[in-house]
Each structure stands twice: as C-alpha cells, then as structure tokens.
T-cell receptor, first 115, second 113 residues
Framework: DGGITQSPKYLFRKEGQNVTLSCEQN?????MYWYRQDPGQGLRLIYY???????QKGDIAEGYSVSREKKESFPLTVTSAQKNPTAFYLC??????????????FGAGSRLTVL | AQSVSQHNHHVILSEAASLELGCNYS??????LFWYVQYPGQHLQLLLK??????LVKGIKGFEAEFIKSKFSFNLRKPSVQWSDTAEYFC???????????FGDGTTLTVKP
C-alpha cells in the first residue's frame, strides 16, 4: 500500500543533542512537508520541498534543517538551537498537478520529547 | 501572510445534533480550501476540499462545507452527528500562488452517545 512512513514513532533526546526524524513516501508525490503540532496551536509549517534538491522555510524554521536528496525522502533534523523541541512532528506529501494536487497525505507522526 | 481562524476550540454535542464549525481565512486571492480530520489514534486525513465550481462541496461521512467568497469563509456542516464523528477537525487554506497550506488551530469535537 502506498503511504508515508515516519520513524521513529517516539524519540527521547537530551538537551543539546541533534536528532533526525525520517520521512519516506512511496506515493510518487513531488512535494513534501514537515509540520509541527502542539495542543491548541494546530499545525505549523516548518519546511517544505516541491522538488528534489530544493526546499523552502515555513513559518517556524528556526532550529530545524532538512534535505531533499531523493524524491521519496525528506528527513528533518531538530538541532540544539531549537528552543522548545518537545512536540509532535507530522510529515506530509502531495502532488503538484492533476486532480489530486495540493491534497496532503500525512504520516503517523513522530513524538519527540526532550529530557 | 495568509492566516486561518477556527472559531471553536472545543465543541460538545449529543448524537443526532447538527454541527457547524466555522473557518475564516485572510487571503484575498484565489484559494484552495480543505477540511482535514484526525480521528483518535489515526492519521490526519482529508474530509473534503474546494478548488472551484459549486461552492457547496460534499465530503466523506455526510459532511459538507460551503465556500462563501464574500465572507472569506468555509464552514463545515453535518445535519446529524454520530458518536464516531468524535475527532479533531482542521481547516486549511492554500493560495494558488504558494506552495504551502496554512492550517487553523483545530476544533475538537466530542459527541456524547
């Protein structure tokens, strides 16, 4: 079945450590996104990528970094510069053209807790 | 920058009651509009979308939404809710010139059996 796989599902990190969250999709979608979900604040966009080797900052990019070396993969690194990293992170993807364009398909999410 | 406002943070209804969740957005250009739903323990998924044409759109599970351009609104409705509609609902807007969607803060719907 096609879909988005995020790993790990749960992750604990000590302060000062970087951590990388994985996102892989087999939907042949061009665009991929990282959102952060906090209670009462909805989904806030961290980074997005519309094509391989290109990505743009979202609304809350500070303290995060991404890469898009392959169409299927869009890993997110939460760096030690992120001041409040404890959150639920959602990866999504979408087509850019056609009848399904711009409809987001989401992964199951990764919950990061900083100890 | 575009923004999305959902008026209700938490709604509690009894089964068979009617539902309307408000959504307003700030962008004045051409937009794509979405409602997504997150059932307990499940992925976020699309409930319905509006791109163009008939402003009244129907989605899964008996939900519908109406796009009123003059009011910058895209309210979600269901005539009779069920216990299984308990979930978190998110309105999202994408302006057709941008590569990203903006989400509202979400509304938690609790339906009492």
């Amino acid at each position: 079945d096609g879909g988005i796989t995020q790993s790990p599902k749960y992750l604990f990190r000590k302060e000062g450590q970087n951590v990388t969250l994985s996102c892989e999709q087999n939907l042949n979608h061009d665009a991929m996104y990282w959102y952060r979900q906090d209670p009462g604040q909805g989904l806030r966009l961290i980074y997005y990528s519309q094509i391989v080797n290109d990505f743009q900052k979202g609304d809350i990019a500070e303290g995060y970094s991404v890469s898009r070396e392959k169409k299927e993969s869009f890993p997110l690194t939460v760096t030690s510069a992120q001041k409040n990293p404890t959150a639920f992170y959602l990866c999504a993807s979408s087509l850019r053209t056609g009848s399904g364009a711009n409809v987001l398909t989401f992964g199951a999410g990764s919950r990061l807790t900083v100890l | 920058a575009q923004s999305v406002s959902q008026h209700n943070h938490h709604v509690i209804l009894s089964e068979a009651a009617s539902l309307e969740l408000g959504c307003n957005y700030s962008y004045g250009g051409t937009v794509n509009l979405f409602w997504y739903v997150q059932y307990p323990g499940q992925h976020l998924q699309l409930l319905l979308k509006y791109f163009s044409g008939d402003p009244l759109v129907k989605g899964i599970k008996g939900f519908e939404a109406e796009f009123i351009k003059s009011k910058f609104s895209f309210n979600l409705r269901k005539p009779s809710v069920q216990w299984s509609d308990t979930a978190e609902y998110f309105c999202a807007v994408k302006n057709t010139n941008a590569g990203k969607s903006t989400f509202g803060d979400g509304t938690t719907l609790t339906v009492k059996p």
